[in-house]
Structures are given as structure tokens and as C-alpha cells.
């Protein structure tokens, strides 16, 4: 699956709802067993949640696109499929939660690129399910240290810290995602995939006995006044860095 929303591949509404509608018809297709995930946009995997859709939006609109979000890790993460990220960019934020709900990260080793749960950056908070996609992914203390600094890695801390699981040089990567995919689909399916939900299961059904609650913090948190200001200026910090 190439990732295709120019030009930061930004994950709106509209695109989540495409990209899990697409993501539903390959899980159903019994001859389908893996996915690669990457980028069609040069320099950026996904530049996470599209700051828009959470900035001066009606409560019902964020709500919306909350669900959305919540939709996109629960079918990424619970998927029975392979799914091997080929990460040919940047990734902060909500791209950083997508390559990790991956059973496999490799990602171009450019020491421009790079990838973390940066939230508190932006003067938000990772909620519940994110911290605990990267505490199943690097470990607790690892978090805890990235979430309060909100730290992007460059690929090679990305690797060492156990964010990426190899780096390539771009060229190499689909050839890589490929080698690596015959790896994987070597093991019978049906052990592999039992072994992949006993491992994330525990997370994926708090998510799923929260989802209303989780729904309504956002709402409340993102429409708050001094959250709404944080984004705004980070919005024009993001603008005035082009100019
Ligand atoms: C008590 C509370 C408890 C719990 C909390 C409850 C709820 C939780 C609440 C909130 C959680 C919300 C979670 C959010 C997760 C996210 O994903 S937030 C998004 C974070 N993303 C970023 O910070 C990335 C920002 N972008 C970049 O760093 C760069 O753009 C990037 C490195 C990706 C690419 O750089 P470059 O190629 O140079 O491109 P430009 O920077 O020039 O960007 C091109 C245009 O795209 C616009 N843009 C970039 N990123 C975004 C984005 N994420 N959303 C919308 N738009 C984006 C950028 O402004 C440029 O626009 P322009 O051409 O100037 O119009």
C-alpha cells in the first residue's frame, strides 16, 4: 500500500477513511497475506495527524475524526496480516503510531528523516493507546524518556533504541520490505497470527472497552482554549520554517 495524500501524507478524515476502507478489502481477500506500507510522497512516510482536522473544528467534526484515528491503529494493529512498514521519510506523531502498529519497521537511513511520538511538542499529550503501542515497541523507560521530551530520533537513534528494526539505504528499501516479507509468510499463518493477537491483545481490548470514554477526552482536551493557541502557533511555526 503506497501512502498518497500530498503532500505530507497528513492523516485527515477523509484519508484515514480511505486508507481503512482499503486496508478492510485486503484483510477480507483470503489471498492476500502481507501488506507493505509506504510512501508515495518524497522525503515524508506520514507527517501523523492532520493538524487541521483537530483546529478550530466543531466538537461533533473532532469527535468524528477521533473515531477515524481510533479505526485506523485498531485495524493496523489487530490486522492478521503481515504488515511490514518501508519507511522512506519522516514520520513524526501519528505517522511514528502507524509504523508501529507494523510487525516490521525498516526505514531509509537519511539522517534527515525522522520518527518519534513528538505530542507534547506541539503542547498535547499521546493518548493511552499510543503510549502503549511504543511501550510494547522499545519499553517503558525508553517511553517515557521520548514521550516528555516529545523526541523525534534520527534513523540510526531510531535503531538503537529498537523504534526501526533495520535501516537501508532508500533505494534498497522495497527490495528489503520484500526480503523480508518471504521471510515472514515462511511461518504458518494461523500460529503466527495467534501469537501476534496473544502479544497485542491486552492493548487492543482496553482501546476497544474505552473507545467512547477516549473519544470524549479528546473532544474535551483538543477544544480547550490554550490547546486550540498551542496548535495555532505551531501551525505558524510549521509555515513561517518554509518562508
Ligand atoms: C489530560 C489529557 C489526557 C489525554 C489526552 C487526550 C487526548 C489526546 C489529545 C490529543 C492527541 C492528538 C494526537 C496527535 C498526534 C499527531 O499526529 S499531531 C501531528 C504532529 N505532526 C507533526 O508535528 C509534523 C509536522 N510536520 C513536519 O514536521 C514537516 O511538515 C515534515 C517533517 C513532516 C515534512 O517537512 P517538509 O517536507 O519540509 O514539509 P513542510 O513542513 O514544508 O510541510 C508541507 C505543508 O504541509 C503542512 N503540514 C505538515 N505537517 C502537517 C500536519 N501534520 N497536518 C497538517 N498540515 C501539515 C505544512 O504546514 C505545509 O503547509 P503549507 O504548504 O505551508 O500550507
Known amino acids: 500500500m503506497t501512502l498518497q495524500n500530498p503532500p505530507v501524507n497528513s492523516l485527515s478524515l477523509d484519508f484515514l477513511t480511505e486508507f481503512c476502507s482499503a486496508l478492510e478489502k485486503l484483510e477480507m481477500d483470503k489471498s492476500c497475506r502481507g501488506v507493505i506500507l509506504t510512501s508515495g510522497q518524497p522525503k515524508v512516510f506520514s507527517a501523523g495527524l492532520d493538524i487541521m482536522e483537530m483546529y478550530g473544528k466543531s466538537p461533533e467534526r473532532c469527535g468524528e475524526f477521533w473515531r477515524a484515528v481510533q479505526e485506523m491503529w485498531l485495524k493496523l494493529y489487530s490486522s ?3 504488515i511490514i512498514a518501508a519507511i522512506n521519510g519522516s514520520s513524526p506523531a501519528g ?16 539522517p534527515r528523516y525522522s520518527i518519534g511520538l513528538n505530542e507534547t511538542q506541539l503542547g498535547i499529550v499521546a493518548p493511552f493507546w499510543f503510549k502503549e503501542t511504543m511501550v510494547n ?6 517511553t517515557e524518556i521520548a514521550l516528555q521530551l516529545g523526541q523525534l530520533y534520527s534513523p540510526t537513534e531510531a535503531l538503537d533504541i529498537g523504534l526501526v528494526d533495520k535501516l537501508v539505504p532508500e533505494d534498497q528499501i522495497i527490495a528489503t520490505a520484500t526480503q523480508t516479507m518471504t521471510k515472514w509468510l515462511a511461518v504458518p499463518d494461523h500460529a503466527r497470527q495467534i501469537t501476534k493477537s496473544m502479544m497485542r491483545k491486552p492493548t487492543i481490548d482496553k482501546l476497544m472497552s474505552k473507545r467512547e470514554p477516549d473519544i470524549q477526552n479528546f473532544v474535551s482536551f483538543i477544544t480547550k482554549d490554550p490547546i486550540q ?15
Open 95 to 110: 505517522g511514528c503510531l502507524m509504523s508501529m502498529t507494523c510487525d516490521y519497521r525498516i526505514m531509509a537511513d537519511n
Open 80 to 82: 492478521n496480516m503481515v
Open 137 to 142: 515497541t522499545v519499553g517503558h523507560r525508553t
Open 229 to 243: 493557541k498551542s496548535l495555532g502557533l505551531y501551525l505558524s511555526m510549521l509555515k513561517k520554517r518554509k518562508s
